[in-house]
């Protein structure tokens, strides 16, 4: 169940209907690039209202250019089109405005598409205000709709101007986490680290200067999104299903969250089931044990947004691979004799998180309860599967075990509702500069 993320939208932003989404996850996605700003503080604040442990992630747009269309436009096959920013080309063909200045061209490309990489049009004709191209096939060209050139480079230093200049505006939104579009490398990820330390994290990792520094970003984040659109769009099809796998990898290595997004359950906005392809893709993504599935317009603007979770939601529980421990983490003593203990849940004590890393390295399947008095940690957690956070007031260190052992009676029947017995990992201790990390094989009776 707690595998999905669904974003909040215009259908689904009433109180009634937040509580019924509440059941299905205690973490909600708003997109900052639709709506305005006083609609994010109403719904993120009617959210903490509802449930004041419930955490949002507020993905906050980046550079990348979207069609600055109110309407939709029809595309003929064949049709000359003229993307500008600022300055229309001088010809007579048709044009349509786009929200961004256009991204450094490689002279590779031979080939831009429309949103999220389903329509493509012939790159005809370029420069720094616009690109013309020659429509592959009729289509019908919804509002605001992400355009996307593959190879492209994107300019850091406008993409960290404009993610500090929204979250500045969104000051009064109430956000747990915050998602950064199109992060090529580390070195944006580590300036906003600096001025939001209490935030979570959340790469997306959306083209190919993203894919080739995934490690490095990957170290350098909390939780990574695979964003399948904007990827595939942006390296061609053909290379997404590798670089999936390939940054999967990389997630699991390092302890790192993975979400996946875009067409999870698209075809269900419209129809009472799925795809055989979106079934086997959902497959694929609990197969490579990702922690999220996130849903976009399934939940945010779909009158079936309860079908579509209740749907997704049977189909997680029957379809969960079984826990699998990692070999090929290299660990040192203590948590390779954790990496033994496969088949039995885990009670973490953690103020920073860093154990949360190790363990979700070891088997990222292991159901893992986690209690904590770091807001932040509570939120990085929330964002792996498999995870009960439990948000506690500040540790007592001068009495760590009684503390450990009030909070665990207090959610007995929860943390051992799957098994009477656990491993319980915390710091004895404490001191500074000292992880003197302790694990106890408990049972359900010693707390009773």
Same mark, same amino acid.
């Given at each position: 169940?707690?595998?999905?993320?669904?974003?909040?939208?215009?259908?689904?932003?009433?109180?009634?209907?937040?509580?019924?989404?509440?059941? +299905?996850?205690?973490?909600?996605?708003? *997109? &900052?690039?639709?709506?305005?700003?006083?609609?994010?503080?109403?719904?993120?604040?009617?959210?903490?209202?509802?449930?004041? #442990?419930? =955490?949002?992630?507020?993905?906050?747009? &980046?550079?990348?250019?979207?069609?600055? *269309?109110? /309407?939709?436009?029809?595309?003929?096959?064949?049709?000359?089109?003229?993307?500008?920013?600022?300055?229309?080309?001088?010809?007579?063909?048709?044009?349509?405005?786009?929200?961004?200045?256009?991204?450094?061209?490689?002279?590779? !490309?031979?080939?831009?598409?429309?949103?999220?990489?389903? $329509?493509?049009?012939?790159?005809?004709?370029?420069?720094?205000? $616009?690109?013309?191209?020659?429509?592959?096939?009729?289509?019908?060209?919804?509002?605001?709709?992400?355009?996307?050139?593959?190879?492209?480079?994107?300019?850091?230093?406008?993409?960290?101007?404009?993610?500090?200049?929204?979250?500045?505006?969104?000051?009064?939104?109430?956000?747990?986490?915050? &998602?950064?579009? +199109?992060?090529? *490398?580390?070195?944006?990820?580590?300036?906003?680290?600096?001025?939001?330390?209490?935030?979570?994290?959340?790469?997306?990792?959306?083209?190919?200067?993203?894919?080739?520094?995934?490690?490095?970003?990957?170290?350098?984040?909390?939780?990574?999104?695979?964003?399948?659109?904007?990827?595939?769009?942006?390296?061609?099809?053909?290379?997404?299903?590798?670089?999936?796998?390939?940054?999967?990898?990389? !997630?699991?290595?390092?302890?790192?969250?993975?979400?996946?997004?875009?067409?999870?359950?698209?075809?269900?906005?419209?129809?009472?089931?799925? @795809? =055989?392809? #979106?079934?086997?893709?959902?497959?694929?993504?609990?197969?490579?044990?990702?922690?999220?599935?996130?849903?976009?317009?399934?939940?945010? @603007?779909?009158?079936?947004?309860?079908?579509?979770?209740?749907?997704?939601?049977?189909?997680?529980?029957?379809?969960?691979?079984?826990?699998?421990?990692?070999?090929? /983490?290299?660990?040192?003593?203590?948590?390779?004799?954790?990496?033994?203990?496969?088949?039995?849940?885990?009670?973490?004590?953690?103020?920073?998180? $860093?154990? +949360?890393?190790?363990?979700?390295?070891?088997?990222?399947?292991? #159901?893992?309860?986690?209690?904590?008095?770091?807001?932040?940690?509570?939120?990085?957690?929330?964002?792996?599967?498999?995870?009960? /956070?439990?948000?506690?007031?500040?540790?007592?260190?001068?009495?760590?075990?009684?503390?450990?052992?009030?909070?665990?009676?207090?959610?007995?029947?929860?943390?051992?509702?799957?098994?009477?017995?656990?491993?319980?990992?915390?710091?004895?201790?404490?001191?500074?500069?000292?992880?003197?990390?302790?694990?106890?094989?408990?049972?359900?009776?010693?707390?009773?």
């Amino acid at each position: 169940m707690n595998k999905i993320l669904p974003t909040i939208g215009p259908k689904t932003e009433n109180v009634g209907d937040i509580k019924k989404i509440l059941k +299905f996850s205690k973490i909600l996605r708003i *997109n &900052g690039s639709h709506g305005k700003l006083l609609w994010h503080e109403k719904i993120s604040t009617r959210i903490k209202n509802i449930d004041r #442990e419930a =955490k949002i992630l507020l993905d906050i747009p &980046g550079v990348k250019p979207r069609t600055d *269309n109110n /309407i939709d436009i029809e595309i003929k096959r064949n049709e000359l089109i003229c993307f500008y920013y600022k300055n229309k080309s001088n010809s007579t063909i048709k044009h349509i405005k786009i929200t961004n200045p256009l991204p450094e061209i490689s002279s590779k !490309c031979k080939y831009f598409t429309i949103s999220d990489g389903q $329509y493509r049009l012939k790159l005809v004709k370029s420069n720094k205000n $616009y690109v013309i191209g020659k429509a592959e096939e009729r289509f019908l060209l919804r509002p605001k709709k992400g355009l996307n050139v593959p190879f492209s480079i994107y300019d850091d230093r406008r993409q960290t101007l404009k993610f500090i200049e929204f979250l500045k505006k969104a000051k009064k939104v109430r956000h747990d986490a915050i &998602g950064l579009s +199109f992060i090529q *490398n580390s070195s944006v990820l580590k300036l906003i680290k600096k001025k939001y330390p209490k935030q979570v994290i959340v790469s997306k990792i959306e083209n190919l200067i993203g894919l080739n520094n995934s490690e490095d970003i990957i170290k350098n984040s909390d939780t990574v999104m695979i964003d399948r659109g904007d990827l595939g769009a942006e390296i061609g099809d053909k290379n997404l299903f590798n670089a999936i796998l390939h940054i999967s990898e990389l !997630c699991k290595k390092h302890g790192k969250s993975l979400i996946i997004a875009t067409e999870n359950l698209e075809s269900m906005i419209h129809r009472i089931s799925p @795809t =055989k392809s #979106e079934i086997v893709s959902l497959g694929h993504s609990l197969s490579i044990n990702a922690d999220k599935i996130m849903l976009s317009d399934e939940t945010a @603007t779909s009158d079936n947004w309860l079908q579509i979770l209740n749907w997704l939601n049977d189909f997680i529980d029957q379809n969960s691979p079984e826990i699998i421990k990692n070999k090929s /983490i290299q660990s040192n003593i203590f948590w390779e004799m954790v990496g033994t203990v496969s088949d039995i849940p885990i009670i973490l004590f953690s103020r920073q998180g $860093y154990a +949360f890393e190790h363990i979700s390295a070891i088997n990222p399947n292991i #159901e893992l309860s986690v209690f904590t008095d770091n807001p932040k940690t509570a939120t990085r957690c929330m964002f792996r599967a498999n995870t009960k /956070i439990y948000f506690t007031k500040k540790f007592d260190l001068s009495g760590r075990n009684s503390h450990i052992s009030v909070n665990i009676k207090k959610n007995l029947n929860s943390i051992f509702k799957s098994s009477n017995n656990a491993l319980l990992i915390y710091i004895s201790y404490p001191r500074n500069k000292s992880r003197a990390n302790t694990v106890s094989l408990v049972t359900k009776i010693d707390f009773i």
